[in-house]
Structures are given as structure tokens and as C-alpha cells.
């Protein structure tokens, strides 16, 4: 895999690249300009039990009535991201208020002075092994994905990580790949998560432990190229600042991710152990929440208003501090917020112009009649494109699968190839889109402009692409055809 471009800093140029929300704004009006061109249509639907979701019926697309997004769409969409105005339905609010809600607990924790001390006491452990906490952090990160799908649940760790990759001598940027692309690496080589791998493989029809040991190997194989790479970034960065892609940060960084209690937390105490250990319990019951207690996102913004509060009493804030840390807090991730709404309002534009079937449709028609190796591969990059425009992983199996999985049985390829190439292609595409809050919000946590984000990732996205390219085209033979 090539190594990132860090042997000179961002040279100084006229050009300003536009912010997430004014990408994000840019798209919305993209968007709703592609549904006065792109025909409307959309497919018969069933429900399924097993799913618990209205599912596309092959064959079934037929155009229909074009409702072109005008510019009263537009200037709804970024409010419709967050719910529906006519039926008042959750959309995004639900993941807005979850990054809020985070944003006060560590608030809180941060005021106690813990996470600060903490850093100090962890530096001073680890000094000179700082890099070991890169494999180890994205080894657990990646567990998180592979298993459960760990995406919006990683934005509670951008305000922790961050400043402990600085303090180590790294950057942000090497927090947000720690993070991004440990649990995104996860989810491209799903296991036995719920909301990629199972949902995908019961709307193809098929068990979901077939293909299994292909997704073992794909997982494998780009857990470790991207581990290297993002160890060489980092190592790099810690020998000379100056290689850092976002040097010119360097100084406001620092700045923002160290607060007033760090001049004053210079002894490690037993209170600040008892935070610590409460703060590592909350995320605990989060992933236990979610993995097995059917939790999402209210339980887990309810858990997080609770332990703010329980933190803040132990910490002795008082009433006034505690209050004042929690909404501190909650201000600093107001523009991630923001932007998790941005980014949902283009789905909605998508899907009232009645153009997301429409894709749908051209995509299935692009693979009948092409030979085995072709056909999987080309699979694959309609599996990215179709990412783009839905970036729901589990909203995206129920679109697209119970379409061109029927289709393999005609070129000969195993239905479980489709599913690899499918969870494949989301989990790579969902490591730069930006029409996913986890991309946006991530980056926006953690200070790191999306452009410089693109410059850092693309040789990654480049080497993934043609890990899987290649076992997908193995997994051909491997998998043989569909009896």
C-alpha cells in the first residue's frame, strides 16, 4: 500500500477548500437538481418478517410520477434530515441528540480533571511505546465493527482519543484513523454483524455463516494493511511534526483539546481513578446495550445523561459546575450535531424525487450476461456507487439485496459473493463519504478538515479496493456456483 505524501507541509494556497457544512449543502442542491433529470420509478414492495422492513421485489420496477425537488425541498431538507415535518418521524434527531448527550458527559468528565491526569499517568507508562496503542486500539475498534457494526457509536471516542494521540506525540488526524478506519475496516469485513452481514444475507436468501471464512480473510488481510500504514504515518509524524498533513493545525489542536485542568492535574488521584474507572464502565454498558440489550440510540443517550450527572456529583462539581460543564459540553458538538442533520437531508432529497429506485434499477440491468470473474467485480463498484447515495449499511441490504441477488444465480456466482461484495463495498465507501455523520461528525470532533481527511486516506482506499477486488475474484472459484 503507498505511504501517505508527508514530506512537506500543506503548502499556502489562495484556494480555500468549502467546510463539511458547506459540502454537505453543495450535495443537497446536486441532488435535487438530479431528480428534474433522473426518471422517477420505484419497485413493488413486501413486507418481511424476518427483516422487519418493507423489502423490493425483483422485476417489479416500474416508473411512476417524477416529483422534482424544488427550492422550498432544499431549504427543508436539512430540517427533514433531522425529522419529518408533515409526519414528524425521526430521522437524524435521534443521532444529533446522542452526540449532544456525549458531549456532556465529557464535558463533565473532563472537568473532574481525570481524562487529563489520566493521559499524563498512561504517558508516562507507555514512554516509548506509544505505538503499540495504535495496532492494539484498532484491533478492538475493529472488533466493534465486525461484530456489531460499531459506526455512530465511535463518536464518544473522538473527544478521548484525540488529545491522547497528541499528548503521544502523534496528531489528530492519527486519532481519526485509529478510529475510522479501525471499526470501518470491521465493518467491511463483517462477521456476524446484525446490521450488515446478517440482514444482507437473509434478504439474499441465504444463511448468513456462508462465505464466512472469505470475510475472515478480507477482514485479515485489510486490518493489517491499514495498520501498517497508519503505524508509518504516525511514526513519521512523532519523528518530525512538520510531516503531519495537518501541521498547519498544529498550535490550535493543541490549543483546543488541552483544557484549563491539565495545568492542575498533576497528581493522579484515587477520585480520579474512581472517574476513570465510572467513565470506562459507561462505555461498557453502551457496547453491552447495544450488542445484546437491543439498545440504540435513546438508551444510549439516556445512559449518557445519567452517567454526566453520577460523574459530576462524585467529582464534587456542585450543581453550578456540574451544569455548566454538561452544557459546555454539549456546545462543543453543537456543528457535529449539525452536520449529522446536513448529511441525512440528501437521503431525503433522494427519496421524495423517487430516484433512489431508479439506480437501483439501471444497476440491476448492468450486470446480466457478464461472465462469473466480471460479474462479481462489477458487483462490487455498483455496491460503491449505490453507497454513496444510501449510506445506511443495514438500509442498503434491505434495498439492494433482495435485487441483484437473484441476478448472481443467472451469471453462476454464489448469493454469499454478492453479500461479501456488497458489505465490502459499503464499509469502504463509508470511510469517505460525506454523506454519512460518522465521516463528517468524526472529522468535525477531531478537527481535521475532510480534504485533508481525502489526501491522508486515498492510498488506503486504493489498496483495500484491490485486496477485495482480487478476493472476490478467488472467492469465484472458491464458492462455486449456486446449485
Known amino acids: 500500500m503507498p505511504s501517505p505524501d508527508t514530506t512537506n507541509p500543506q503548502p499556502v494556497s489562495r484556494f480555500s477548500f468549502p467546510s463539511a457544512y458547506t459540502i454537505l449543502l453543495a450535495l443537497i442542491v446536486i441532488v435535487a437538481a438530479m431528480t428534474w433529470i433522473i426518471p422517477a420509478g420505484q419497485y413493488e414492495r413486501v ?6 422492513k418493507d423489502i ?17 425541498d432544499v431549504i427543508l431538507a ?18 444529533a441528540l446522542f452526540v449532544l448527550m456525549i458531549g456532556g458527559f465529557i464535558g463533565v468528565v473532563t472537568s473532574t480533571g481525570a481524562i487529563d491526569a489520566g493521559i499524563k499517568r498512561a504517558m508516562t507508562k507507555l514512554k516509548g511505546q506509544e505505538k503499540w496503542m495504535i495496532p492494539i486500539l484498532m484491533g478492538l475498534f475493529a472488533l466493534g ?16 482519543l484525540t488529545p491522547v494521540m497528541i499528548a503521544a506525540g502523534y496528531d489528530a488526524l492519527t486519532a481519526v484513523a485509529v478510529i475510522l478506519l479501525g471499526a470501518g475496516v470491521g465493518v467491511l469485513g463483517s462477521t456476524v454483524n446484525a446490521f ?25 488481510l485489510t486490518f493489517a ?18 510531516h503531519s498533513l495537518i501541521f498547519d493545525l498544529k498550535a490550535e489542536n493543541e490549543a483546543h483539546f488541552r483544557s484549563a485542568a491539565e495545568a492542575s492535574a498533576t497528581e493522579f488521584t484515587g477520585l480520579h481513578k474512581i472517574v476513570l474507572l465510572l467513565f470506562g464502565t459507561t462505555f461498557a454498558v453502551m457496547i453491552w446495550g447495544v450488542s445484546l440489550g437491543g439498545w440504540w440510540m435513546a438508551e444510549m443517550s439516556g445512559l449518557f445523561l445519567f452517567a454526566g450527572i453520577g460523574i459530576g456529583l462524585i467529582g464534587r462539581l456542585g450543581e453550578k459546575g456540574l451544569v455548566e460543564a454538561f452544557v459546555g459540553g454539549a456546545r462543543d458538538l453543537l456543528g457535529v450535531a449539525l ?17 433512489t429506485d431508479t439506480i437501483l434499477h439501471w444497476a440491476e440491468g448492468m450486470v446480466t450476461g457478464l461472465n462469473e470473474i466480471v460479474f462479481i467485480n462489477v458487483m462490487y463498484w455498483i455496491q460503491v ?32 459473493l454478492v453479500v461479501t461484495a456488497f458489505q465490502s463495498a459499503e464499509g469502504v465507501v463509508n470511510l469517505v463519504t460525506p454523506t454519512s455523520a460518522v465521516v463528517m461528525g468524526g472529522l468535525a470532533i477531531a478537527r481535521v478538515p475532510y480534504e485533508r481527511w481525502l489526501h491522508f486516506v486515498w492510498p488506503v482506499l486504493l489498496g483495500l479496493t484491490i485486496i477485495i477486488m482480487g478476493a472476490l475474484s478467488i472467492g469465484v472459484f472458491l464458492t462455486g456456483s449456486p446449485t
Open 47 to 52: 413486507a418481511s418478517a424476518v427483516l422487519g
Open 56 to 72: 423490493p421485489i425483483a422485476g417489479t420496477y416500474a416508473p411512476m410520477a417524477a416529483n422534482p425537488q424544488g427550492f422550498f
Open 78 to 95: 436539512p430540517i427533514a434530515g433531522f425529522y419529518d415535518p408533515g409526519s414528524y418521524t425521526a430521522n437524524a434527531i435521534d443521532v
Open 145 to 160: 465493527g465486525t461484530t456489531e457494526g460499531m459506526a455512530e457509536e465511535t463518536l464518544a471516542f473522538y473527544v478521548l
Open 196 to 220: 450488515s452481514t446478517v440482514i444482507a444475507s437473509n434478504a439474499a436468501g441465504v444463511p448468513f455463516t456462508d462465505g464466512l471464512m472469505l470475510r475472515v480473510v478480507i477482514l485479515a
Open 225 to 242: 494493511a491499514t495498520v501498517a500504514y497508519v503505524m508509518r504515518y504516525a511514526a513519521r509524524v512523532k519523528a518530525d511534526p512538520s
Open 339 to 355: 452536520i449529522i442533520g446536513l448529511a441525512r437531508g440528501i437521503v431525503v432529497i433522494m427519496d421524495a424525487g423517487h430516484i
Open 385 to 416: 456507487v449505490l453507497s454513496f447515495f444510501v449510506p445506511s449499511t443495514s438500509g442498503l441490504a434491505v434495498l439492494s439485496m433482495p435485487i441483484l441477488a437473484p441476478v448472481a444465480d443467472f451469471a453462476g456466482v454464489a448469493r454469499s
